[in-house]
Each structure stands twice: as C-alpha cells, then as structure tokens.
C-alpha cells in the first residue's frame, strides 16, 4: 500500500468470500470477466466436428502462449507452439548453482491477488504462493527509505516522518479529486460494466495526451506541496516501490493499475514464476474435445516445442481459411496453419521474423512499430543465511532492510527461504533510465557497485562476506527474444493500443488479413501484468474458435460475443 499511515488499505481479494465484490483486475477499457468466463461449467466452446484436431501454430511459450496451446487443445484444435528459448518466456526462474532451491525470478515475480484470471490457472496447478515482501507490508519485517543520503527506518507506515503521509494523501487526494478513484472503483468491485465503461471513457479522453508526471505535477494536491514531496512520491511511490522512471508514461497506464489494484496484495509463486507455464504444458486437463483421456501439451508435441520462428506468411492451402498462414523456422522447416496465436513481443514481427506485410493493414503496423518498450534490469546474489534478520545490538532493530533508495540500486529486496538456510538478496530492480545505466556492466561490475551503494545505506554490514557463488543479472533489452522489459504506452499512444488489443475481432477485415492473431501481454491494456498475458491469450483462442468455425456456448458467451457492448472506445 502507500507510504502512509493515515490512508485505508484495500483488502486483500484473496481473502474475499465466493460472490463478495473485490477489486479485480478487471481491465476498464473492456470490462469483461475473463475470471466468470474461465470458470463457467459451459466452458469456452466448441468447434464443429471437422474442425476437430485442426492444427493451430502458437508462437512463443511465455504465460500466453502456454494458456492459448492450452485452452486450445481443450477445445479439440491441435496446437503446435513454436519457442526460440525456453517455455515460460519472461516467467523466467534461475536457480543458483550451488543451492538450485534458492530461485531468482527474472522476470515476472510478485503477482497481485486481483489478478484473477491469472490465479485461475496458479490454482488449477494448485502452485504454492507466499506473500511477496514490498516495502512496508507485513512480510518485509522492516524497510529503509534512503533519499539524499538520509535513512529513514520503519517496521510499518506509521513509523514515517509525517512528511511521507503527506505524499501518499496527495497522491490519493490527486486520484479521488482528477480521477474519480472511488467510483471506478466502486463500479469495478460491483462489476457494473456500463458504469465503469461511462467513467474510464470519458477518463481516456480528458488523459489520453497526459503523462504520468504532467497528472501529478498540475493536481491541485501536489500544487499545494512542495516539489520535493513530488520527487520523494517518484522516488518512493506507491505499492511495490518507486515509479519515476514511469513518469513519462501515460497516466492511463498508472491508473489502470492502481484502479485494479494490480500493485497491492502482491505473492510470488514458491519455487519460481516459471512453473506455472512449465506445469500448465505438462498438466493433463479433466475436460478434453477430441483428445484421448491423460493428453497434455508435452505429449502432444513429444516432449518439446518447434523452434524458433522466422517467418511468417500467407499460406497457399486451398483447404484452409484464406490459403492458411504458413510459418517457417529458423532451421528451414515450414508448415501452413489454419490460424496462427502469435505471442512473441509485437516489435519482433519486423525486427527478427520476416512478416508479410500484407497481414496487417499499414495502421497495425504504425501501431506495432511505436509500441514503447520499458528497459529493465535486476541483479541477484545468493547468501549463506538470512543474516538480514540478526539484532544490531545498538539500535534494536535487524541489522538490513527492504530498502527504497535513490541511489544506483533503487530498490533492495531480501527474499528469505527460513532461518539458517541459504536465501537471496534482489540487490537492485530497475526501469529505462535507472536500467540503462547498468546496461554496458557485466554481473561483477554491476554487483560492486550495488555494494558500493548499500554499505553507504548500512556502514556495519558487509554483505559481500555472507555473498555465495556468482551473481545472476539481466537486462530484458538485451535479450534479442525479447528486446524489452514490456510495453508501456507514452501520452498519445491509446489508439495504437485499442487497434492492438481488438485485432483479434477480424469480421470486419479483409479476408487477407485474418487468421493471425495477437496476444500477450504486449497487447494487452495492462502489460507488465501476467494477468494481461492470459487474458489476451483468451481473446486469440476465441478468435481462432470462430475463425474455424466454432461458437461459445450461449451461457458463457466470450470475449468477442460482447465486443459490441463492451469494445473500448475509439479516439476520432
Ligand atoms: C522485469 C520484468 C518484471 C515483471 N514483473 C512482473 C510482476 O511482478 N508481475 C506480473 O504479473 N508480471 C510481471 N512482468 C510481466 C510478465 O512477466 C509478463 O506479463 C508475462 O510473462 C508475458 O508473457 P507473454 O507470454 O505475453 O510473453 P513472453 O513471456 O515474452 O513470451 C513470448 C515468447 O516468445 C518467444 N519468442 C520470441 N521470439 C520468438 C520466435 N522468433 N520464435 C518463437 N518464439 C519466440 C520468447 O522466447 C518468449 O518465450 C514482468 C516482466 C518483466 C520483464
């Protein structure tokens, strides 16, 4: 929650009874219960019986290609995923050599409760979650905001100098007072779309030219304050920690966020993110058209993923819809589909796969090529124990903490596998700007200078002496599979992103452009959130259904069945 005392924290909606309204991450612009949906006794549909078996090319085996295989082969299609590294995508889990227990998430980590298209899946799997230790919240024992070189210590908000309330109220006064905070909440919480729809509208067209730092900078909350209350809210921000590197993000980007609570009640999955999409491919579903009884997406493709893909083009199959989408791999095979799930990051359809052009119309294009990608960067070391926990006899109080800073790490986060075992530190989690700088540095370097920077923050404590083998670091833009963290939309942006996130409802499209379909988180209103990636994923699978042919059935009807009432509005 916010670094404050004084404001009421959301529940949590894990804790919500069956049918009791919470805050989900039910996404304004199109507010669609892709969690009813899921769990709906009717299922997603079905295909007509010479569909059945239909091969159906997934490319790329992150969260949303794993779920789209998944919900696909449920249906009776066969997907074929395609995956030029490993499945799980930017769920990425690595072990530590020398403890493999001891994990370090990579990419997705801490995964908000009012995801619950999300944890439909994490609770199919029946994954073990633990509550992920934010700043201030009850499973970090203590925190330590670090700005100007003056350590502020805290076990909860309370603790803080009253200047840090004044912050977190400015930023809820600057919601509740320019972006009618509680109502869309309200209508989010009792699910009144056609409300929500009203208020978030007319929010996209006041917001769409307005930056996160514009918003804050010209509220009449942070007009009355000083600047430094705005640098320290950049610095310190909201939920899981600083959000100034957002700052020249859309506002609509933030306020999706802090509308659904995604950045509140965060839990990390035990054993790593990464097994979610690794079980879902092994995992054998109750419920299958056409499949025999024990078939799941390994068995299915004998045990691996197809390749890398590198191109994709309109097939020649009279048989199939529109001739079929032929897909090519990097080591030369080819093979045409009746419709292609593309999943990858939308930049690599013109940077590392050669796409017919003809497969999307020139404003698709517009909008994939100026999709804006966040840079990232986390640095991980392993520890003998979670020394972190020991007293400093002199003050009292345990001798590290979580810690908010403004130096080079920014934000410190100590991940803890129980006393007297092995555990690990997060030494720095950063965006654009502040990743950037850790770009050109090799693990070593970026790892000295992590220190460098905490010994200021803690002068007794010598990490690098409990520090365990070599750390492990990334940064997503570096990696040619993804060439970014995730996308997240700049003031002006909202019209390539609506044209992105419908693209899956192709009636009206030249027959030459359908059959491909978009999906992942990419694509998705709310990117940066796995919850985003399994509910475009779904978009695409209803969008494949139909496009053979099938329907959903009419008590559960599916995304593209309410495009009409709910599609997001269209900026002239
Ligand atoms: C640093 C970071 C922190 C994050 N933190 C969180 C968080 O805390 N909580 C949260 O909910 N979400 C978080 N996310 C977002 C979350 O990780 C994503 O939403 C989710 O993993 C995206 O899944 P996806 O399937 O859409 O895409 P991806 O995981 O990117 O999957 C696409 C796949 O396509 C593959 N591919 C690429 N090119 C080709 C090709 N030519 N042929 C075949 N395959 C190809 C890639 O290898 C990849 O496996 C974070 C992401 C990052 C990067």
């Known amino acids: 929650m916010t670094v404050s005392s004084p404001l009421p924290e959301t529940p949590d909606p ?52 794993v779920v789209a295989a998944y919900e696909l082969m449920k249906l009776g299609c066969k997907p074929v995923i395609f995956e030029a590294g490993e499945i799980g995508g930017r769920l990425k889990t690595q072990s530590f050599a020398a403890a493999p227990e001891v994990v ?3 990419g997705g980590m801490r995964f908000p409760t009012s995801g619950k298209a999300f944890y439909h899946y994490v609770d199919l799997l029946d994954l073990p979650t633990r509550e992920f230790p934010n700043p ?18 805290a076990e909860d908000a309370s603790h803080l100098p009253p200047f840090f309330a004044e912050v977190a109220q400015a930023w809820q006064r600057a919601l509740t007072e320019e972006a009618e ?19 978030w509208n007319q929010l996209v067209e006041r917001f769409d030219d307005e930056s996160f730092y514009g918003f804050l900078s010209s509220s009449q909350a942070f007009q009355e304050l000083s600047f430094e209350h705005l640098e320290a809210f950049g610095q310190v921000g909201f939920g899981s920690g600083g959000w100034d590197t ?7 980007e933030v306020l999706r966020v802090v509308f659904t609570g995604a950045d509140d009640h965060h839990r990390s999955i035990d054993g790593g993110a990464q097994r979610l999409p690794v079980q879902l491919w092994k995992h054998r579903p109750e419920r299958l058209a056409h499949w025999s009884p024990g078939t799941s997406l390994e068995s299915l493709h004998g045990g691996a993923p197809r390749g890398a893909v590198s191109g994709i083009h309109r ?13 090519t791999e990097k080591w030369g095979r080819t093979q045409e589909f009746a419709a292609a799930v593309v999943t990858c990051q939308s930049w690599l359809l013109s940077a ?29 070391v392993m520890v003998d124990r979670p020394f972190w926990r020991d007293i400093d006899p002199e003050t009292g109080r345990p001798v590290m903490s979580m810690t908010l800073t403004d130096r080079l790490p920014r934000a410190t986060y100590l991940l803890d596998e129980g006393p007297e075992r092995p555990a690990s530190i997060l030494l720095s989690y950063t965006w654009n700007d502040d990743a950037l700088k850790w770009l050109p540095l090799d693990a070593s370097e970026r790892t000295r200078l992590m220190l460098h920077s905490l010994a200021k923050i803690y002068p007794g404590v010598d990490i690098g002496a409990h520090m365990i083998g070599e750390p492990i670091t990334v940064s997503w833009e570096a990696d040619p599979n993804f060439m970014g963290a995730f996308k997240n939309n700049l003031p002006g942006h909202y019209r390539y992103q609506e044209r992105l996130f419908g693209h899956f409802v192709q009636e009206q499209l030249p027959e030459h452009q359908r059959g491909v379909f978009l999906a992942g988180d990419d694509i998705s209103f709310t990117a940066g959130w796995a919850d985003g990636a399994v509910t475009t994923a779904l978009n695409a699978v209803w969008g494949v259904l ?12 599916g995304p593209g069945d309410v495009w009409a009432d709910l599609a997001p509005i269209r900026l002239d």
């Not at 957002?246 to 609509?252: A, G, Q, Y």
């Not at 139909?546 to 009807?557: D, Q, S, V, Y």
Request: net charge negative.
């Open 136 to 153: 201030l919240t009850g499973a970090a024992p203590s925190t330590v905001i670090e700005l100007k070189g003056q350590a502020f210590y």
């Open 546 to 557: 139909h496009h053979l042919g099938g329907t959903a059935a009419a008590e559960n009807p």
């Open 14 to 65: 894990a804790d919500a009874a069956p049918g009791e309204p919470t805050l989900t991450m039910l996404n304004p612009d199109f507010p669609f219960s892709y969690d009813h949906y899921l769990e709906h006794p009717a299922g997603l549909g079905s295909l007509p019986e010479q569909a059945q078996g239909t091969e159906v090319a997934v490319i790329g085996a992150g969260l949303a290609g």
């Open 104 to 106: 370090a998430d990579l």
């Open 315 to 327: 097939g020649s199959n009279p048989a199939l819809p529109g001739g079929g989408v032929r897909v």
């Open 181 to 199: 905070l509680e109502a869309v909440q309200q209508a989010i919480c009792s699910r009144d779309v056609l409300e929500l729809k009203r208020l």
């Open 246 to 252: 957002d700052f020249t993000n859309s506002i609509l």
């Open 352 to 380: 590392r796969i050669d796409t017919d052009e003809n497969l999307f119309a020139p404003s698709m294009w517009t909008a994939i090529e100026k999709s804006h990608y966040m840079l990232s960067s986390k640095t991980f």
